[in-house]
């Protein structure tokens, strides 16, 4: 199985602050004959469910706010918040679909500093 | 609007068995994978199980295999998940939540929208 491993377990920032959370793949999770690597990220806020933010590592969900970027290098990925809203308050789940079972990262809780 | 509804969910013994439903609409069901992932209380999301457009493909988490089957109707534009010999660990929020389309490559796990989830607890 592939193995996600997000960092850190949880973060705060300040208003209008960058945050980035950072998720590894044990293994590649590029599909080489599209060149896409097969990673989503989501938002998951109390009492909601998982929001998808992010596919194919870097490519933003239409509705997203721009203030949400992902990037890739190799095998280590990024989520990138450029300004921190209050409603960005969340766990944030780095997501593998590259190979069954489409493993998930442990989470990032989010908070406010 | 594209609509998630899971159902069935509720308090069961261990080595009990329950069948969660997920009534979907708003889109062409029948075109696209679904999926199973739950979260543990406290915990983060596991994914579970995945099932092709018609029904005729479906993998498991090594957790479930052999205990839990993902199937579906398409004329009723129903997800399922039947688990049998339940455990406390599977307690958990169960979601259920769209894939890709068929014939789309690269977009099977892209899991977007998802239900609002039905609360499974094992427990004597």
């Known amino acids: 199985d592939i193995v996600m491993t997000q960092s850190p377990d949880s973060l705060a920032v300040s208003l209008g602050e960058r945050a980035t959370i950072n998720c590894k793949s044990s293994q590649s999770v590029l599909y080489s004959s599209n060149n896409k690597n097969y990673l989503n990220w989501y938002q998951q806020k109390p009492g909601q469910p998982p929001k998808l933010l992010i596919y194919?590592?870097?490519i933003r969900e239409s509705g997203v706010p721009d203030r949400f970027s992902g990037s890739e290098s190799g095998t280590d990925f990024t989520l990138t918040i450029s300004s921190l809203q209050a409603e960005d308050v969340a766990v944030y789940y780095c997501h593998q679909h590259y190979s069954a079972p489409y493993t998930f990262g442990q989470g990032t809780k989010l908070d406010i500093k | 609007e594209v609509q998630l509804v899971e159902s069935g969910g509720g308090l069961v013994q261990p080595g009990g068995s329950l069948r969660l439903s997920c009534a979907a609409s708003g889109f062409t069901f029948s075109t696209y994978w679904m999926h199973w992932v739950r979260r543990a209380p406290g915990k983060g999301l596991v994914w579970v199980s995945r099932?092709?457009?018609?029904?005729?493909?479906?993998t498991y988490a090594d957790s479930v295999k052999g205990r839990f089957t993902i199937s579906r109707d398409n004329a009723k534009n129903t997800l399922y998940l039947q688990m049998s010999s339940l455990r406390v660990e599977d307690t958990a929020v169960y979601y259920c939540?769209?894939?890709?389309?068929?014939?789309?490559?690269?977009?099977?796990?892209?899991?977007?929208?998802w239900g609002q989830g039905t609360l499974v607890t094992v427990s004597s």
């Open positions: 194919w590592a870097s």
């Open positions: 939540a769209r894939g890709g389309v068929k014939g789309v490559t690269g977009t099977v796990g892209r899991l977007d929208p």
């Open positions: 099932i092709n457009s018609d029904g005729s493909s479906t």
